[in-house]
């Protein structure tokens, strides 16, 4: 008898076990707003056995002429019995784009000073901290001294110089919060001029790869991850900016602890492009060449992307996008990850002989999936650089509809 039961206790905890597992990941991974052109009962995610169970059990009839409400709540439910989550739909029309895929170089000037480190001045007697006796931290971005508007780095150089040694009065922003110091400049012996002991940037440039072109207001989006300070890791701020036209001339294969990297540079100096928004996300901005007869592709709604194989588009050479077969080996839906969606590996051998995998400027390669734009490669991995991180389209497309088309006019 206790054998039947410790054997009828094993085969319980045998079904309830990946039962619990798979419910746990599906209410973890899956989103709880979905969007979408057309309503339907399946999900696909590649992963569980989900679907959608609507409130209204005419919602799918009701909807099909796409007339009425735009949001429709449903249950996400595991094998049509179990309830995970609700989920909030939206009805949108499907995006149509031109993949990208081409090389471009960035221009980016920054909105104030931002602090790549902080640094001591030697009086010759002691060491003095001045910037970090004030507070400034690497990362924070100086947007004035003395109540003047700063735009370059000579302007606060100029302002250091000619303190002779009195407080002078700095507005910051640390982590989005502003704030006021003060700091006392530090007579350097070593070059006889006074010195804040800080480092600052007021621009950076780069070469990425373009995601995608959307015709319908001229704009574009690339690198799929945002421009960040290369010592503290938080995004630029932008002032301003643009792209211009980029010559690929060589790649520095990626090997397992060293990622490569496209190398190149700037064909000109002629602007292709502005620069409007730089989000975790990637860049956007008003493209100047537009090109009316290219071909346009469908953007992917996220639940569309699927485990499997799919294309990405890159350039490695000749400035020439071309198709290489990757796999898209995970994905996460949820909500609280917006960028790093998925994990994707190469599998074309023509791009592990010629680049070892992903390498750097390879950045926002646009990835194709049953003829659809599913997203952007983003990142590589160090100790794999066959595998990577990629971001969903859709979460791309949404930050450039952030940006007002008045700003997308006036741009151009």
Known sequence: MKGSVKFFTACISIILIPLFVMYSVSVFFTPSKLKTDKLTNTFLNGSFPLSLSYSNTNALAVHADNTSSKNVSAKLMMFNIFPVKEVNISLEERKYVIPG??????????????????TSVSSGISESYPAQDAGIKSGDVIRSVNDKTLTSNEQLLRAVEESDGQPIKIDA???????????????????????????VRDSCAGIGTMTYIDPSNGSYAGLGHGICDSESGRLMPLLSGDIVRA????VRKSICGSPGSLNGHFNGTTAIGSLLLNSEHGVYGKYYLPDKNAKTIPVAFKQETVKG????????????????DIE??????????TSKNMIVKVTDERLLKKAGGIVQGMSG????QNGRLVGAVTHVFVNDPTRGYAVFAENMLEYSENIPQTIYNRAA
Do not use: M, Q
């Open 247 to 250: 010559d690929i001339t060589s």
């Open 328 to 337: 898209i080996e995970e994905i996460s839906y949820n909500d609280l990850n």
């Open 101 to 118: 895929g081409i090389p471009f170089g960035i221009r980016l000037y920054t909105n104030g000073l931002v602090v790549t480190e902080t």
């Open 173 to 199: 922003i640390h982590e989005n919060s502003p704030y006021s110091t003060t700091i006392t400049p530090v007579f350097d012996n070593s070059i006889g001029k006074y010195r804040a002991g800080l480092y």
């Open 365 to 368: 390669s646009p990835i194709i």
């Open 309 to 324: 194989g799919a294309s990405l588009l890159t350039s490695v050479e000749n400035n020439i996008p071309l198709y290489y």
